[in-house]
């Protein structure tokens, strides 16, 4: 069983910059994408930034030129740096992992770690 480990949330003011942390329990290169995804009170969990296994990263168009996803594979690890951030940032943020083994789609999700950005 995949184990998924965020860390790095917290309470910071309008502006301020945040790293989030995600800590797999095997190799990350053995996924084929993995991301950071975000539910605020009372909304749909959606996506913010995905990264492959090639490198190849995506931003949902809100947090563009704030956010930077990347990956330390030797750590088992990916970040999400958060810059610039705004009260509408607040929400828990979740690691997620895919992977398709013969044809089908494995999928993980992290705890889940609290960012509120206060105005």
């Known amino acids: 069983q995949v184990q998924l480990v965020e860390s790095g949330g917290g309470l910071v003011q309008a502006g301020g910059s945040l790293r989030l942390s995600c800590v797999a329990s095997?190799?990350?290169?053995?996924?084929?994408?993995m991301g950071w995804y975000r539910q605020a009170p009372g909304k749909q969990r959606e996506l913010v930034a995905t990264?492959?296994?090639?490198?190849?990263?995506n931003y949902v168009d809100s947090v563009k030129g704030r956010f930077t996803i990347s990956r330390d594979n030797a750590k088992n690890t990916v970040y999400l740096q958060m810059s610039s951030l705004k009260p509408e940032d607040t929400a828990v943020y979740y690691c997620?992992?895919?992977?398709?083994?013969?044809?089908?789609?494995?999928?993980?999700w992290g705890q889940g770690t609290q960012v509120t950005v206060s105005s």
């Open positions: 095997r190799n990350i290169f053995s996924f084929n994408i």
């Open positions: 990264i492959t296994s090639g490198g190849n990263t």
């Open positions: 997620n992992a895919k992977a398709v083994v013969s044809g089908l789609l494995n999928e993980y």
